[in-house]
């Protein structure tokens, strides 16, 4: 615990201007972000008597180890940047509002040549219109289902919109006149788009236009006799008013706009929020957020608002918004919102009539969601610190483990060799955090040794990141640099240098109380002495084996026994499992890779549009290994020197052996398969490589 004093600015150090500060830890990782109209004001209330300060804020400042700051121009650069630094550094003290639930969108894919009506989720992507959120999906379908009938777009994916194209034969929307079927040209690029803008104005509100027109074509259609297309017309009209019904009218004058409600406690806070579009509700969401920090309702607005339109613009963000309480103070926020809007946008708290109504009504929701959340967090609370207690307890630790990493080796009968790190935090997954490391010390099986060359590396790691942030009381562990190579994050490929992050999250600095690795006594002893020679005496090891789930720790002839009903065995087991799950995961994907490569794999420049180029031209990679260099130069993008590279890397690459039918024996002479993905060259035989034939561990 630090003494703020000990790096609490000189005076007058701190400028007296608008600006952002940070506060961060030992680890030079970001664990505050706040914004001030006046730094040296703001800051100087961190720098008192720790007793004055909120219990939270204390916690804070003596979690923290040093202070900075930015300067800007304006209160609202101030907000924006604020905003900036809490996405990019996730600190662990700032509000962040967090979604009970991935709401799914209506989505209009305006960005494509045929757009497509689907539902969505996630990150809003540019190009696509968006209405919502919804609560459930099944909602948006049946809504979607009513307006096909007038509004017949493409709701269709990618690959069947290609194969009935292929066909020239629709779907069964287009069969039944729910799709205007562009697959097939029964309609423009340019008529599909118009439609697709339709039907997006009438989503967004505007359908009094679109009634009105089809009312006088109807009654157009019954004067001229035409009674059947006056009967669809009627019953377009009819699907297009129980649509409308689906959201009742709240607000009379048909007003675009947000309201946010806030419930709260002394501990934690929920956000709920109503999307009005032309009077009417499209949608709802809500969030729930920890009060780490002494915070005004004013000031949770303020935050709320910053992650509702930080990442939208243009009609995205309404025109008014009606919240409980102001952020003080409130022109700064107003400025930012019309900013994000390019025009006016009221920010006010609703004072009388329908909209203070409503109001009332999101406030209930938001009390509502924040009573649900304790209910169900309690259980889960109380189960989560008597489970890291009871561990701490058996491996006899100083205090309750709230980092643990858990690492895994999997292989299939020694091929591709990999392990897997994964995070708990307080007893919950840390995912993006997870890491994986392909064992490239040595060839073969050898759980004992990959276990310790994943551990050293890791930590290594850690060692430099320590090395780099100046947290060395002296030169030692220099020369242990970083070479290995092997480390992946998530599903993509991180790079060995040790990038400067400066603070932000997703690294190997912050080290765990306790190692987990799944496997017995051989695999903890090997984890201990990586940790030993690196140095490294501070962290806790152990091992769940899996037959009897005994609990195993370095030094001890005999295992840990937790029974069966504990909590903390619970929780091993969970930490265990999911770091087998992820080693199991990416040994699939390297196994699947490496079935798949073929000899042009290793043509060094040639890329897959190229690979894909030749075997359309040749047929088969037999046929282009037998095709001369100026035959090779006759598909477009191919030169002679890569022609040549092409025929030398053909010419050693093995030659493809009969395969064999294992059922008859017989040699099939056949071509070698069309694609660029297969394993050429290789028998077909009984022993082939099988996944029942071996086992991943």
Same mark, same amino acid.
């Given at each position: ?46 720098? $008192? ?30 907000? =924006? ?36 009506? @689907? !539902? ?74 118009? &439609? ?20 006088? $074509? ?35 004058? %048909? ?50 608002? @910053?992650? &509702? ?37 009221? /920010? ?23 009573? *649900? ?14 489970? *890291?207690?009871?561990?701490?307890? %058996?491996?006899?630790?100083?205090? %309750? ?10 292989? /299939? ?29 040595? %060839? ?9 060359? #994943? ?42 240098? *040790? ?15 306790? !190692? ?7 695999? #903890? ?8 020679? &690196? ?36 929780? &091993? ?13 990416? =040994? ?11 000899? *042009? ?10 690979? $894909? ?85």
């Amino acid at each position: 615990m630090a003494d703020p004093s000990s790096y609490r600015p000189r005076p007058g150090e701190i400028p007296d201007t608008p600006g952002v500060y940070r506060f961060r830890d030992e680890h030079r990782r970001v664990i505050y972000v706040g914004k001030a109209k006046s730094l040296r004001q703001r800051l100087a209330n961190y720098f $008192q008597d720790l007793a004055n300060l909120h219990p939270r804020t204390r916690t804070m400042v003596t979690t923290a180890a040093s202070v900075e700051w930015t300067v800007v121009s304006t209160e609202v650069e101030a907000l =924006q940047l604020e905003y900036s630094w809490i996405k990019e550094y996730d600190p662990r003290f700032n509000v962040k509002y967090r979604d009970d639930k991935s709401y799914p969108y209506l989505a209009v894919t305006m960005n494509e040549q045929f757009p497509r009506v @689907q !539902v969505m989720r996630g990150h809003k992507k540019k190009g696509v219109r968006y209405f919502g959120p919804y609560g459930h999906a099944w909602a948006i379908r049946d809504t979607v289902d009513l307006l096909l009938r007038v509004f017949p777009v493409r709701t269709c994916s990618a690959g069947v919109f290609k194969n009935a194209a292929r066909t020239g034969r629709p779907c069964l929307l287009g069969y039944i006149g729910k799709c205007s079927a562009p697959c097939v040209g029964r309609i423009t690029p340019e008529d599909h788009q118009g &439609l697709a803008e339709e039907f997006c104005d009438f989503m967004a509100g505007r359908t009094g236009t679109y009634l009105r027109r089809l009312e006088k $074509q109807m009654m157009d259609a019954a004067e001229e006799m035409e009674y059947e297309r006056a009967a669809r017309l009627r019953d377009d009209i009819d699907a297009l008013k129980k649509a409308m019904e689906k959201n009742a009218v709240v607000l009379a004058d %048909a007003t675009d706009a947000d309201l946010i409600a806030v419930a709260e406690d002394e501990l934690e806070a929920a956000v709920q929020i109503f999307h009005v579009r032309g009077g009417r509700v499209r949608g709802q969401r809500g969030w729930v957020t920890d009060k780490v920090e002494e915070i005004t309702t004013g000031a949770l607005v303020e935050h709320a608002l @910053q992650q &509702l339109y930080g990442e939208e613009s243009g009609d995205a963000v309404p025109k008014e918004v009606l919240v409980p309480a102001l952020p003080e103070p409130v022109e700064p926020v107003q400025d930012w919102l019309t900013g994000r809007r390019g025009a006016n946008v009221s /920010l006010r708290i609703p004072q009388r009539g329908d909209k203070k109504a409503l109001m009332e009504t999101v406030q209930r929701n938001a009390q509502q969601a924040l009573a *649900l959340h304790k209910t169900k967090r309690a259980s889960d609370l109380t189960t989560r610190s008597r489970a *890291l207690e009871e561990i701490a307890d %058996a491996l006899d630790l100083d205090s %309750a483990p709230l980092r643990i990493e858990c690492y895994d080796i999997s292989h /299939l009968q020694g091929d591709d060799v990999v392990a897997s790190m994964v995070v708990f935090e307080d007893g919950l997954q840390r995912k993006s955090e997870y890491r994986r490391f392909q064992i490239k010390g040595f %060839a073969g099986q050898d759980d004992v040794r990959s276990m310790h060359e #994943v551990i050293t590396r890791r930590f290594r790691r850690y060692l430099a990141e320590k090395e780099r942030t100046g947290e060395w009381a002296d030169g030692s562990g220099a020369e242990d640099t970083l070479t290995d190579g092997g480390s992946l994050t998530g599903t993509d490929v991180i790079t060995d240098s *040790l990038k400067d992050d400066d603070g932000r999250p997703k690294k190997f600095a912050y080290p765990p109380q306790l !190692v987990v690795v799944d496997g017995g006594q051989p695999q #903890v002893a090997a984890a201990r002495r990586a940790l030993d020679e &690196l140095g490294i005496d501070d962290i806790a090891v152990c091992g769940l084996a899996k037959r009897l789930e005994e609990v195993w720790v370095p030094g001890d002839d005999d295992p840990v026994v937790l029974p069966r009903t504990s909590e903390g065995l619970y929780l &091993l087991q969970r930490v265990r499992d999911e770091a087998h799950r992820f080693a199991i995961t990416y =040994q699939r994907v390297k196994r699947a890779k490496r079935f798949r490569a073929g000899p *042009l794999d290793d043509v060094p420049g040639l890329g897959e549009t190229r690979k $894909q180029a030749l075997i359309k031209h040749f047929g088969s990679v037999k046929k282009l290994r037998s095709a001369t260099i100026e035959q090779i130069q006759e598909v477009p993008g191919i030169g002679r020197k890569t022609a040549e590279t092409i025929a030398v890397a053909l010419a050693q690459a093995a030659p493809a052996a009969p395969a064999v039918n294992t059922a008859t024996g017989e040699i099939i002479e056949d071509e070698e398969p069309d694609t660029t993905g297969g394993s050429s060259g290789e028998p077909v035989t009984a022993g082939a490589p099988d996944e029942r034939r071996g086992q991943e561990t």
